[in-house]
């Protein structure tokens, strides 16, 4: 705690130094897992990227004191030592405790529990003048509300207190296999109202083939002796397995899933995002292939690889929440608009409003209690020309919220200012940050906004983003980057501990 005192009085007097200049700064967190473009700004910049320590696990209260940059799986590690879990725990190993925070951090999980932030018990935070304070449910209460969501923009975010729960040894899987969409909105929505699960999500392979998964935590072995495993290279990509287990079959499949290598089961292959570099590069898929290049296909190579390349910009990447009234609507409109397969659904509960997260109108009969929500992973290529990948992105933004939905902010955002605070309450957010002395941080929708003129001014003032638009020269450099980042050697590290917990 020393060395975490010391750090975040480094950082508070460096923010102190912009706010007495009157200088605007951002902060650089050192990894992401946005698809948005995103640059280094060697100026006027606070490093918090070495804050990366799980500091205490107090087995009595049930808690773990973390810093920001701890991703999931260092966190899951630490706490399982202790026969404990984070009730809430995103499915990619380097997603970090202050992202989950910052942004909207949900999982199969989270029809229980809500969003990460939910499970957020306090947060240290410097503001914008240099002053570190604690936000809570009692202390700077609006500060607690307003920064989960806010993507920083509120201050930076230091240090988390974060409940635990009860960790078993397995996951014990059902995979209900359902034969149309309608079906699959109903069970996931059934499935969620059954008190004795602990995970609810579901994959749409076509309208005639989706799955329902839940899952229930357990000690106890199954009767088979089998146990299934996704981490290692020889073991299969998780989706495929599912498809594969529920093609041919109606009825339920049961089988049982250690815990870590459960909470990161898409991991290997980025859901089935992965899939898409061996048709860039125009290599088979197969057990074979993806066994040789395994090492390049876990979630932190390849969101590297993604940025480096610059194929992001040319990826649909969008997460949306929809009310289970619409999901089907949108779900076909998805499919005559973009054709992409398969998808992820994965149901919600609201947080307390006002709030930066996505939300919904619709409240039950006393219109205080909000009602749960589906998300619907909409992930795969998108149109090569951009002007079209744009238009695409902005017809999807429009349509989701004519059905009353929202989107993820992490992805691409194109939203003009306008519409983006039609969305949300800025008399609200403004207040917070002008009472916080936030204003020197760049606003929310400064940080999350995509500017389509500028990037295409980028792309052509740049010979390298040029010469990266030529297959396959663009896959290579994203490669390359990724392999001297290390990254591979964290996954590779990460997969290892996956299967020895």
């Not at 590690?77 to 990619?92: A, D, N, Q, W, Y």
């Not at 779900?331 to 054709?339: G, K």
């Amino acid at each position: 705690m020393q060395a975490h005192k010391h750090a975040v009085e480094k950082i508070a007097s460096s923010v102190q130094r912009y706010f007495s200049r009157r200088e605007p700064f951002r902060i650089y967190h050192g990894s992401t897992n946005s698809t948005r473009q995103t640059a280094y700004w060697r100026e006027n910049t606070v490093d918090i990227s070495p804050l990366s320590r799980v500091l205490e696990i107090d087995t009595k209260a049930r808690t773990a004191l973390v810093e920001p940059n701890v991703p999931m799986d260092r966190l899951v590690e630490s706490t399982t030592k202790h026969g404990l879990i984070p009730p809430v725990v995103m499915e990619f190993p380097g997603i970090t405790a202050g992202g989950g925070f910052a942004g909207t951090g949900g999982e199969s999980s989270s029809f229980k529990y809500g969003y990460f932030n939910d499970t957020v018990n306090s947060v240290e935070i410097v503001l914008g003048n240099g002053d570190i304070v604690t936000a809570s449910d009692k202390e700077n209460s609006d500060l607690f509300h307003g920064a989960s969501g806010a993507a920083g923009s509120l201050g930076i975010t230091t240090l988390l207190e974060l409940q635990l729960i009860q960790a078993k040894k397995y996951v014990k899987t059902t995979y209900h296999s359902v034969r149309s969409i309608p079906k699959a909105i109903e069970k996931v929505r059934e499935e969620t109202s059954n008190s004795e699960v602990d995970y609810v999500d579901g994959i749409l392979f076509s309208k005639e083939h989706g799955v329902v998964i839940t899952g229930c935590l357990t000690d106890d072995p199954p009767h088979t002796g089998h146990v299934q495993r996704f981490s290692g290279p020889g073991d299969p990509w998780y989706y495929l397995h599912v498809k594969e287990k529920t093609l041919r079959s109606v009825e339920p499949v049961t089988e049982h899933i250690p815990l870590a290598e459960y909470l990161f089961r898409y991991d290997r292959g980025g859901f089935w995002v992965g899939a898409s570099a061996f048709e860039y590069f125009k290599l088979p898929f197969n057990k074979f292939t993806r066994w040789c290049l395994d090492d390049f296909l876990h979630t932190r190579m390849l969101y590297r690889a993604l940025h480096a390349s610059r194929q992001s910009k040319k990826y649909v990447v969008q997460d949306l929440a929809l009310p289970f009234s619409t999901a089907e609507e949108f779900i076909n409109y998805t499919i005559d608009s973009f054709d992409i397969w398969p998808l992820w659904l994965c149901p919600l509960l609201q947080t307390r409003l006002p709030t930066l997260h996505p939300r919904i109108p619709e409240t039950e009969a006393d219109h205080r209690t909000l009602k749960p929500m589906l998300n619907v992973g909409l992930w795969g290529n998108g149109p090569a020309q951009y002007d079209r990948f744009v238009a695409k992105n902005r017809e999807l933004e429009r349509k989701v919220r004519e059905l009353g939905g929202m989107k993820w902010l992490y992805a691409h955002t194109y939203y003009n200012e306008d519409e983006f605070w039609d969305m949300y309450d800025r008399q609200w957010y403004d207040g917070l940050r002008r009472k916080y002395m936030a204003e020197s941080l760049p606003s929310l929708w400064h940080k999350v906004k995509v500017d389509p003129i500028a990037q295409k001014q980028e792309e052509d003032s740049s010979w390298r983003n040029w010469v990266l638009q030529f297959w396959p020269l663009g896959g290579i450099w994203g490669v390359l980057k990724a392999i001297k980042s290390g990254e591979y050697l964290v996954a590779r590290n990460s997969t290892w501990k996956a299967r020895e917990g």
